[in-house]
Each structure stands twice: as C-alpha cells, then as structure tokens.
C-alpha cells in the first residue's frame, strides 16, 4: 500500500457529537492512526440515531479509527491517558473546561506532557469573553450565526434540519491540524488552537457583514429568489414534492434558456427583456417557468437546461443520491457493519446490527486516495493500544479491564 | 502574524497561483489567512468575480466588488491572459516556482489551455493542484454547469431546508461556496505536508462541492433511509422533529433557539420552566428523559415551552438558559453579530484597510492560537503585484511588462 498524507501522525480523539469525531475520521481518511478514547459509564446519545437503525450514525464518525475504553475519572485511568498522550502527535478534544480540570487534564498540563504535541480545543461560543464557556450545538448556529435571519421567506426564517455549523467546525479542526503537523515539521514546535462552533458558522455570512457596514444593507429573505439574477429558483415538476432548481445568471443562459422552453412568446415580452427587468418582475417570471417545470419530469428538465448550458439541478432526495450514477461513479457511498449498542454489555460484544451506507470523503487525491474501512467496536483496540502501545501484560490489561479502569 | 518569514508561520509562505472563482476563491483566502502567499491571477480585466455584487456604495466597479473584497484578502494579483499563448508561457514560468495551483474552471478547459494537472507536472512535479468544481473531475455530471442553488439542491441539502409543506428554500449568502474549498483547503495542506515531509511530489486534489455539500448534513443520512425504509428525510420547519424541545421558538420580543438532548438538560429545563410559569404539568414523570424521549409528546411540551419562553425575552432566555448549563442560543442578525459582546471581545473583527474603499472590519477566521495569525491584508488591487512577480521575479525589464500590456497579455 503506498503510503498516506499523514501515516505515522497518532492523534488522540477524547470527545462527543459530530464536529470532533468528523474531523478526525477525516484525519484517519488520510492515514494518521486516530485512537478514539471513550467510557461507556457514561453514555453518548448518538450510538441511538437513527430510530430507523440505532447504531448506523456511528458509521459517520467511525471508520479506519482504533477505539478504546478508558475512565479517566479514576486515577490510574488518568494515568495512562497521560502515557497516551506522551506517545502521540495530536490532541483532540471538545470537552468543557470543568470537566477537563476535574479529571487534572488541564491544558497546561497535557502540554507539559509532551512539548511538541499539538493540542486542539473545539468549543461551543468559545472559551473567554462575556459568553465563554456556554454550551452549543451546531444546529442552534444556523440562528445565532445569522444564517437563518438570510434565509426563508419575509414572514418565515429558512431553517435546515442539519446541526449547520458543526461541519464547518469539523473542517476546521482537521485543516488546522494538517497546518500544525506541517509547522511542527519544520519548527519543531506544537501549538495549541482553539475551534469555537460559533466562529466557524460566523464566518459563513460572508459579503453581508461588509454590505452592512458600507451600504447599511440587511440581506432580505427572498425565497428562491437571487439579488442579482433572474430567473433563479427551485420549480415545481411532476410527482409529489419534486423539484428542479434553474439559475440563469447571465445573457447567454437567459437565451438558452428561452430556447429549451421553445421561446413561448412572454419570453420576449418587455418585463423581462434585462437581467435587472427579470428581477424586478421575478414573482410572475417563475411562475410562467413553474408552469413549464410542473408538466415535467425533475430530471429531464434538468438534462434539458444542462444540454443547453443552463445551470440546472434537481432537489434530491435520498433515493437520487443512492441511485445517482454520478455518485457511484465516484464509489462515494461506501457500504459497512454497524453495531448495536448494548449498554450492560462491553462494547466488543455489541452484535453486528446490519450494514449501512455511509459517504467516503470528498477529497480525491490522485497519488494517495483516502482510506475507507471498518468501524471498530467500542473497546477492540484496547489490547493493541496499551499492550502494544503502552507496553503493559496481558494480566494488567486484565486487571484493569476488571477493576473498571477500561470501562 | 503568520507568514512574515520562512520560520514563523503557521504554514510556510507557500506560493499558490489562485486561479479559481466564486466556487473555489474561499480556498485561496484560506490558504492565504493562515500565510501562503497567495497570488491570484486574473485576466486583462479583471476576475469574473470583480464584477459580482454587491458594491461598496452600490457603485459598480472592479475595485468595489464587496464579494471579492470579502473572498480575497491575504493575497496578491497579477494580470495574465492565459488564453493567449504568450501569456501561457509566463504561466508555466510561474509554475516552476508554485507550489500550489487552486482552480475552478469547466473540467477540461485548462487541459484543452495545455495547462492540465498532466501538463504542469511535467514543469514542475511538485506541484499540488487543487480542482474546486461541482461534480469533480470525472462521472456522467462532471460537465454540469451549476450555481450556489444548483449545488444545495443536488447535495440533497436543500431538502432539508423549509417549512415541510411549502418549496424546499435555500440558504441566503451562497453557502455551497464555503465547504468544498475548505475541503480544499484541509486537501492542500496535505498534499503539502505529504510532499515535504515523504516524497517529494506533488499531487492532483479534486474537490466536488455536491459531495462536500452532502457530508455537510449526512447526521440525516439520506441514502441509509432510503434503503433501509424507502423513505426520503426532507424538511421539517422550524422545530426539530425528533428531540424536542428543539428549534426556534417565540419568545417575549422575538425568537429564541433551544435544543435539549441529554435527561438531565431536561431535568434543568423542566424545573426552570415550573419556576416561570408554576404549571406542574411540565414536570410529568412521561415527559422525562433524553433525545428522542419526549417525540411521542411532542405537540403537548412545545405548548408547554412555548408559554414559557412567551413569557421572557431572548436576552433572559440565553443568559438564563446558559446559567443553567442549558443550550439556548440567540437569533443574531447581521448587525447583531458585528456588534457582539463575545465576537469582540476575542477579537474576532478585524480592521484591514484597501486603498479604494478604505477601511472595513473582516472576520478574523474560525481558529484561534498564538501560532496562527490573521488576514494580512485586504483584497488587491487588480495587477497590484504585476511588478513584484513579472520584473523582481521572473526579470522582465519595465519595458517588457509595456509590451505585454500593449498586447494585451498582462
């Protein structure tokens, strides 16, 4: 196998939710040995998404890492999660500042440890200032980042059912990590860097924030509708909740546009005869388009506009990823075992519980691909990381399996 | 600072040759914030993106597009008409000395250019090029022309978004324009790192922004539902449709958001919902538990939440709420945000000064560390580093940069 980006970089992962395990699948992707620390005396919630399949939503956050049970509230665990980190690159954790100090893993500590290691701390608003410390999740982001205030209709805010900028956050994570590993390489230096949630969303209102300041422009909830270009929107087809997205964003789309309806006489009409026109009269535009759109097929619209060289595309749905060629061309979803979790049990008995779809990455790198494989269960690498890693017998592995320190 | 030499930077002053726009212009400033140097090459008459909206003072102008203001600061600019095939040679003069070319072009036109990943290995095979496109370099829908809507509707992003008996809506301030090229960015940097630090070479990225989009809401997973129920997720408005309480909900003097997920977040809300409003109900033995507990109840607590929250305003709401150790979060505006206590105190905004349009705030970036720094410098002028690169660089004399711009190369 040739080698990966980052084979040989070890990084320690010891946190909850989406943007912090995501960040270092992605690092694993690449080949740095991800070591996912975890007790199971205290319960994740997310081992129960979805309803449909509890469990499935590990595959997310899972794949290529090696997971371990250790209860670092006990000092022996505390221990030799110091030993890991001695023996690691890369410190990952979204964990509060509380909580890190009662278990006597502060920062300063955990740097002294180990003077190169890089050390990443994901918070929610951030760690000082007036809201430090407040607890986030990224689905509340999309409103206090604005996002939602930009989105929807005049009456309604336009909300995604997504925890929106924990992906962001999840990005961020990993690129600064690359970034460090690549300093470190030559300064010889680790560095600590913090990833709030909140910044990582902030940042996504783009251009707003300077209109405001030199024009005074609050961006309007316009629907579909785009400041600049017309027509622009998502429009109905045939079948229930089906829907293809036009953006005619220049004069040559607009003429080819009007060519793949069959240049119906309101196309020549005044009220649209410039950009600026069809904006102004976007409300009537779209709906002479929707009428056009509504007798046909979402994807044959599409594949109409796209042959013409109109930017076009359908809302998908599930069922048109899965069945999308485009995708499978890329091998972008990957199929794999997923467990069910079993909380009186050690996570190495949880039962297969079927197999699940899950994306592969979104980088294709053409000399060192991404990995994708197997999740571990919970605790399997225990006998690898500290017999092999930590050097300790089998008998003390054993015995601290026992006495609840792996747990 | 980042960058300012070779030793102190978070990330060496790589060269990058940003050749990218809208879809990939995010990856540049990026690479650029954390101090690469970063020069973005334009055509005779400026980027595409120079023209987009809006304006500072509404005033159409190459130097006041607050778009490419916004995606383009931490770098350089230089002129160069890469369809022309003297200007195709100075591009391949720059390559030689870049270690990263980030584009967004129609897959395949660089190489009908002669200026493919192919080609420009040959010139320089430490070279990482980075591809920002809608659907990536290769599949049936790799030509597809698409738009920020385009690219959330095909993620199946757009689904999700709305109210669940209405169209599926969008998300304002293009927001298909931030994952890829931050994808993009984490790729660079790989690449980079992989070169320097094991073989030597470079590689080709390519980034699809429908799959970048798509892992950017998997916590839904779409395909995992379709396959195992034939059932597609799709929008559910503004409250969760599982956990619950979960969303946006009104409050005193507008809207608040909450999300409660774990049994004891809903212990301290309950209790606190009891002080406020002294109705018993909320502290019924079935409402309690945690995530999905409460989904059969639904409609009952949101009522129960809602008298509550009635009752208060947003500012109590959050202060209160994280007092508690509860997430409630507010609704910021734009304006809001650029006068938050929080932001600002951590010096979030930062002042960069162009010489056209003066002086603006900017956001720092996401990350926070003594070792990385902030945006250098706003947005260049067009050509601004014509000099720098083609006569101090690349040793054209002042004579030879008047020929070229006479011809229209430059």
New interface residues.
């Given amino acids: 196998m040739a ?5 040989g970089i070890r990084v320690i992962e010891f946190g909850l939710y ?1 943007a912090l395990p ?1 960040a270092t699948r ?1 690092l694993a992707s ?1 080949g740095a040995e991800v070591i996912k620390v975890e007790t199971l005396t205290s319960l994740d ?1 997310s081992w ?6 509890p469990g ?2 590990q595959l ?1 956050y899972r794949p290529l890492k090696r997971n371990v049970t250790l209860d670092v509230r006990q000092p022996r665990g505390k221990e030799i999660m110091e030993e890991l980190l001695k023996k690691s690159d890369v410190y990952i954790t979204n964990l509060g500042e509380g909580a890190l100090t009662k278990y006597g893993l502060t920062f300063d500590h955990v740097r002294s440890l180990k003077k190169d290691l890089i050390v990443l701390w994901q918070t929610g ?2 760690s ?5 410390g ?4 990224g ?3 999309q ?11 005049p009456d ?8 929106y900028s924990d ?3 999840s ?2 994570n ?3 990590i ?6 470190r ?3 010889g ?1 680790g ?6 949630i ?3 969303g ?14 005074k ?3 309007e ?4 509708r ?4 017309a027509p ?3 429009y ?1 087809c045939k079948g229930t ?1 089906r ?5 005619v ?1 220049n004069e040559e789309e607009w003429k080819a546009f009007c060519g793949v309806i069959g240049n119906p006489a309101w196309t020549k009409s005044p009220q649209f005869a410039t950009a600026a026109d069809r904006v102004k009269n976007a409300k009537e535009l779209d709906r002479l388009v929707g009428e056009w759109t509504s007798k046909r097929n979402a994807h044959q619209v599409m594949e109409r506009m ?1 042959k013409a ?14 069945n999308s ?3 499978k ?2 091998e ?2 990957k199929h794999t075992e997923y467990y069910a979790a079993d909380f009186n049990a050690p996570g190495v008995k949880w039962p297969v519980a079927g197999t ?4 592969s ?8 691909p991404v990995m994708f494989g197997p999740m571990h269960k919970v605790g399997q690498d225990n006998n690898y990381v500290y017999g092999k890693l930590l050097g300790m017998s089998k008998e003390e592995i054993k015995k601290l399996t026992k006495e609840g320190v792996f747990a | 600072m980042p960058g300012k030499n070779k030793s102190d930077g978070f990330i060496p002053r790589y060269r990058v040759l940003d050749l990218a726009d809208e879809k990939g212009a995010y990856c540049g400033k990026l690479l650029g914030d954390l101090g690469a140097d970063v020069i973005k090459v334009e055509p005779p008459g400026g980027d595409r993106t120079r023209f987009r909206g809006p304006f500072h003072k509404n005033e159409v102008h190459p130097e006041k597009s607050l778009h490419f203001l916004y995606f383009n600061t931490s770098k350089g600019s230089i002129t160069l008409d890469i369809e022309d095939s003297t200007g195709q040679s100075i591009f391949k003069k720059l390559v030689e000395k870049a270690d990263v070319v980030v584009e967004s072009f129609p897959v395949g036109y660089l190489d009908s250019l002669g200026l493919g990943y192919r080609a420009l290995r040959k010139i320089n095979p430490r070279l990482v090029m980075t591809s920002i496109t809608p659907y990536g370099q290769s599949g049936p829908q790799s030509g597809y022309k698409a738009a920020d809507i385009n690219i959330l509707a095909m993620s199946g992003y757009m689904q999700l978004i709305g109210e669940p008996d209405q169209p599926p809506m969008m998300l304002g301030g293009e927001q298909t324009f931030y994952p890829a090229a931050q994808y993009a960015t984490a790729g660079t940097l790989a690449a980079l790192f992989y070169r320097d630090a094991s073989s030597g070479r470079g590689q080709h990225v390519d980034v699809p922004m429908q799959e970048a989009m798509i892992t950017f809401y998997h916590e839904q997973m779409p395909v995992a539902m379709w396959e195992k129920d034939k059932e597609n997720v799709s929008r559910v408005g503004v409250m969760d449709a599982m956990v619950t309480p979960c969303g946006l909900y009104p409050c005193k003097d507008g809207w608040i958001s909450m999300c409660i997920v774990t049994p004891q977040e809903w212990e301290g809300l309950s209790q606190w919902i009891y002080e406020v409003t002294g109705n018993e109900e909320i502290l019924k033995e079935e409402y309690k538990g945690g995530l999905i507990a409460r989904m059969p109840v639904r409609d009952m607590v949101n009522v129960l939440v809602i008298e509550f929250t009635d009752k208060l305003t947003a500012r109590e709401l959050f202060l209160e709420g994280q007092k508690r150790r509860l997430v409630v979060m507010p609704v910021n505006d734009v304006p809001s945000l650029l006068e938050d206590a929080q932001l600002n105190s951590r010096g979030f905004w930062v002042e960069l000064d162009h010489p056209v349009v003066g002086k603006m705030k900017y956001p720092k970036g996401a990350l926070y560390s003594d070792a990385i720094g902030a945006p250098r410098s706003a947005a260049p002028l067009l050509g601004a580093d014509n000099e720098r690169i083609y006569c101090n660089e690349l040793g054209y004399s002042r004579e030879d940069l008047a020929v070229l711009r006479t011809t229209g190369v430059i």
């Fill in positions: 080698k990966k980006p980052l084979q989406i995501l992605l690449m919630m129960f998404g979805p309803i449909y399949a499935a939503l997310e608003l951030g000082t200032g007036p809201y430090g407040y607890k986030a999740y689905r509340l982001m409103h206090a980042c604005a996002v939602s205030t930009i989105s929807g209709t309604s805010l336009g909300v995604a059912n997504v925890s992906y962001h956050t990005v961020f990993a690129m600064a690359i970034g460090a590993l690549e300093r390489r030559r300064t230096e560095c600590f860097i913090e990833c709030p909140y910044e990582s902030v940042v996504t209102v783009g251009p707003a924030f300077l209109d405001y300041q030199v024009n422009v609050i961006p909830r316009r629907e579909n785009h400041r600049f270009f622009h929107g998502a109905p909740d829907w293809c997205t036009i953006a964003t796209q060289g109109v930017p076009a595309g359908i809302v998908s749905k599930g069922e048109d990823l899965a060629e485009h995708l061309s890329h972008f979803y699940s779809p899950v994306f990455e979104p980088i294709y790198f053409s000399e060192t």
